[in-house]
C-alpha cells in the first residue's frame, strides 16, 4: 500500500501546511462546509435522488456520507483505517456522523454481502464513490478496485487529488501521484474506462 491512514497521516494531511497557513486537523467543525458542498456538488452532478444507493468508500469518519443523507440520499459509507475504526470503538476523536463506517473494502463477495445488507432489501448500490483513496494505493492495489464493477449496474466513480505541484510529492512522497490525464490514462489501460475520475471537490471530471 503507498499510504497507511493512521491518526498521524490524517492529522499531517490537514493542518496548516497543507491549508494555506489555516490551522486545523481533521475536525467535523472545520470539514463540515467543505463537506456539505461536496456533497450538493456530488447530487446536482450526478442528478441523484431519494430513489438512488450510494456506497463512499474511504469515507474516513463518513461526513461526506452523512451530508448526504442530509440532502435526502440513501448514503453508506465505508472505511478500513484502523484509525477510522478505533475512534469509534473507543469513543475517542471527533466523530460527529450519524452512522459508524462499515469496515468493508468491498474486494469479495462477502464484503459486498455486507454492504448490500445496508440497503433496504439487500439491494446493490447504484453509485460507488471512492473519496480520495485511490492515491492511498499502489498501481497494483488499484486493479483491485475491478471487483466493484460486481456491483451490478453501479456506476463507479473516483474523487482524488491530483498532483499539480512538485509541494505536492516533496511534502507526500509515499502518495501515488498522478494527474488527471495520467489516472484516466491509467484506468482505460485498466480496462475500466466507466470508471470515471473527478477531482476531490467534484469540479473537474478527467476524460
Not at 463537506?35 to 474516513?60: M, Y
Not at 432489501?121 to 498501481?139: M, Q, R, Y
Not at 494527474?179 to 469540479?203: D, M, P, Q, V
Request: contains cysteine.
Amino acid at each position: 500500500m503507498a499510504v497507511v491512514w493512521d491518526e498521524q497521516m490524517y492529522r499531517d494531511a490537514y493542518n496548516g501546511s497543507f491549508h494555506g497557513g489555516v490551522e486545523f486537523f481533521y475536525e467535523r467543525t472545520a470539514r463540515w462546509r467543505a463537506e456539505l458542498s461536496l456533497a450538493k456538488n456530488i447530487i446536482r452532478e450526478l442528478s441523484l435522488d431519494g430513489t438512488h444507493r450510494i456506497v463512499i468508500f474511504g469515507c474516513g469518519f463518513g461526513w461526506l456520507d452523512e451530508a448526504m443523507r442530509t440532502q435526502g440520499i440513501d448514503a453508506i459509507g465505508t472505511d478500513t483505517s484502523p484509525h477510522i475504526q478505533n475512534a469509534w470503538t473507543s469513543g475517542t476523536g471527533e466523530t460527529g456522523s450519524s452512522k459508524k463506517p462499515l469496515n468493508q473494502n468491498g474486494g469479495n463477495n462477502g464484503s459486498r454481502n455486507k454492504i448490500r445488507q445496508e440497503f433496504a432489501g439487500n439491494n446493490d448500490p447504484t453509485h460507488v464513490i471512492s473519496e480520495n483513496v485511490l492515491t492511498s494505493l499502489s498501481d497494483a492495489e488499484i486493479t483491485d478496485l475491478a471487483q466493484w464493477d460486481s456491483f451490478t449496474g453501479a456506476a463507479i466513480i473516483h474523487l482524488t487529488s491530483v498532483f499539480e505541484k512538485q509541494i505536492q510529492k516533496d511534502q507526500f512522497p509515499a502518495w501515488n501521484w498522478k494527474t488527471g490525464a495520467e489516472w484516466r490514462t491509467f484506468f482505460n489501460g485498466l480496462g475500466l474506462s466507466h470508471h470515471r475520475i473527478f477531482n476531490s471537490i467534484f469540479r473537474e471530471e478527467f476524460l
